[in-house]
């Protein structure tokens, strides 16, 4: 089972990509691994897309495409199946991908939407903070810590990131519509789409999407 994760940033695509990852066993992969793994590595893909990123500029999809491909092909274990978080960002994406992958064990076969309204995205970005120390993370509306600004696990001081304030989620989400709706509307006419109301805990969440997946 090959299945592309999306969602709104905060609708909790990591979270729910390590449980389906663990559940089903498939190779759980990020564009941003990707990348990272072709410009450490040196590859030719990976060195055409550091001369973008170098010069603060978005790389084009051919190389995005042929990255993403080519890394799912040389995947050493297989597993079931992949977990594809971050792609396809645009429209044109989406369908180069089908094409280049039509008729091979590449091709996708289900697209998880996590759907968020705007007021809950917002309360749970504004609230988000996380320990620099060991990397936990907590929220001040819904997990916050025993100790306000501090750590339970190892008790270092607790930070908010820069871009998770209203202003920088509403231009996120901007881009968000513009980009990557178009994308489900592409692939709803197709009948891949599984819609999951993530507004709920991850508890009550969990069991409609494994629910969903499975069917």
Known sequence: MNIFIMGAPGSGKGTFSSRIKEEFDLNHISTGDIFRANIAGGTELGMQ?????????????????????????????????YLLDGYPRTLDQAKAFEKMTEGTD???????????????????????????????????????????????????????????????????????????EPVIAYYEEKGMVKRIDATAGIEEIWPVLKEALSK
């Open 49 to 81: 897309a550091k001369a973008y990123t170098e010069k603060g500029l978005l790389v084009p999809d051919e190389i995005t495409n042929n990255m993403v491909k080519e890394y799912l092909s040389q995947l050493s274990d297989k597993k079931n199946g």
């Open 106 to 180: 590449l091709m996708v076969d289900e697209i998880v939407v996590m759907d968020v309204p705007f007021d809950e995205l917002t309360r749970r970005i504004t609230g988000r903070r996380s320990c620099k120390h060991c990397g936990e993370i907590y929220n001040i509306y819904s997990k916050p810590p025993v100790k306000e600004g501090i750590c339970d696990k190892c008790g270092s001081e607790l930070s908010q990131r820069k871009d998770d304030n209203e202003e920088s989620l509403k231009t996120r989400l901007e881009e968000y519509a513009k980009n990557t």
